[in-house]
């Protein structure tokens, strides 16, 4: 038996998605399926592919050069049967709010011949919105062990497996002196939830807190601009995405112990990017996220230890 497209391609889906459930669910077949044909590919290539495990899967040494190899060949095919421009006319790209945005368009620009940028605080809305065809393409960040729960047409890839969830509070605030804040001591405060309560950050926090023996006292729900006034002026503090700069009056801190953590997915819809362009923005979001992460003081550090490994093990 030799490999097929078919096989390279539920390799490619297990690596980008990092786990066999979440795979299954792109490729629209059950996961028994999936589990099948992978210990069939890895017969075939005499060797694991991928260590399975709780937190889910991570390519091995062989696995990861499969990888590469297969995502070359995908690429190099599917240019090879289709034109490389952008299927339809403009691309209709969301993101989740994220300080490196007005990077990733201007990167999007040279990458995209035609590109309209929808941000939106809501997860869940971009999830629907791709799955609905209202955006082709999206930056979606979600709870670490949260699913998307996207259709068959749409794709995707990790472009961070976790990134631990940062507290902005007030500058002056007791504990903004301190290089990390334990959760329990942001027991008294008063929070900016996101908009939306069925996002996976709102539902997060309440079960960290609870962990820790409290309930958080949601008393905003607005963008996180008007979060940050709220903040600087004393009255809340707020979770933020670690590469956040704060501001005025706001500082940003890690959460002591990571008790909350998100993962960064970039998905699109496969009729309207071929393979050979969602690779080359899934390039331009990793980099603009880099980038970002470096130029932040409070999460360089971390990013530096960590961020390469896990970015090169997505």
Same mark, same amino acid.
């Given at each position: ?10 390799? @490619? ?6 786990? %066999?459930?979440? !795979?299954?669910?792109? %490729? ?25 495990? &709780? ?6 040494? =062989? ?8 995502? %070359? ?18 691309? &209709? ?6 300080? @490196? ?15 309209? %940028? ?8 971009? !999830? ?21 729960? =996207? ?22 605030? *007791? ?13 008294? $405060? ?18 960290? @807190?609870?962990?820790?023996?409290? +309930? ?13 006034? =709220? ?5 809340? +503090? ?14 940003? &801190? ?9 993962? =960064?997915?970039?998905?699109?819809? *496969?009729? &309207? ?10 390039? $331009? ?30």
């Amino acid at each position: 038996m030799e490999l097929e497209i078919r096989h390279l391609r539920a390799i @490619c889906a297990i690596g980008d998605a990092g786990s %066999l459930s979440r !795979a299954a669910t792109q %490729l629209g077949i059950s996961q028994p399926s999936l589990t099948t044909l992978l210990q069939r590919v890895e017969r075939m290539v005499g060797g694991t592919l991928f260590d399975r495990g &709780r937190s889910g899967t991570v390519p091995t040494p =062989l696995g990861a050069q499969m990888l590469q190899r297969a995502r %070359l060949l995908l690429v190099e095919l599917e240019a090879f049967g289709s034109d490389t421009a952008t299927r339809g006319g403009p691309v &209709r790209f969301g993101s989740v709010h994220m300080e @490196c945005v007005p990077a990733l368009y201007s990167r999007l620009e040279k990458t995209l011949d035609d590109i309209t %940028l929808v941000v939106d605080p809501s997860s869940t809305g971009l !999830a629907l919105a791709l799955a609905n065809g209202h955006l082709d393409a999206a930056v979606i960040a979600v709870d670490e062990d949260g699913d998307l729960g =996207l259709p068959r047409g749409v794709a995707q890839r990790v472009v961070v497996p976790w990134v631990p969830v940062y507290i902005a509070i007030p500058a002056d605030h *007791r504990l903004a002196s301190q290089a990390e804040v334990e959760l329990t001591d942001l027991a008294g $405060e008063s929070w900016v939830g996101p908009p939306g309560a069925e996002d996976g950050s709102l539902t997060a926090l309440r079960a960290a @807190c609870r962990a820790v023996g409290f +309930v958080p006292r949601i008393r905003f729900e607005m963008p996180s601009g008007a979060g940050r006034q =709220l903040i600087a002026a004393g009255k809340a +503090v707020q979770l933020v995405e670690p590469t956040s700069q704060g501001g005025p009056g706001v500082a940003v &801190r890690p959460l002591a112990g990571a008790p909350m953590r998100m993962r =960064l997915v970039f998905a699109w819809r *496969r009729e &309207r990017l071929t393979w050979s362009q969602a690779s080359r923005v899934f390039a $331009e979001v990793l980099g603009a996220y880099s980038d970002q992460a470096l130029a932040s003081p409070v999460f360089r550090p971390w990013w530096e230890e960590r961020g390469a490994a896990l970015t090169s093990a997505g």
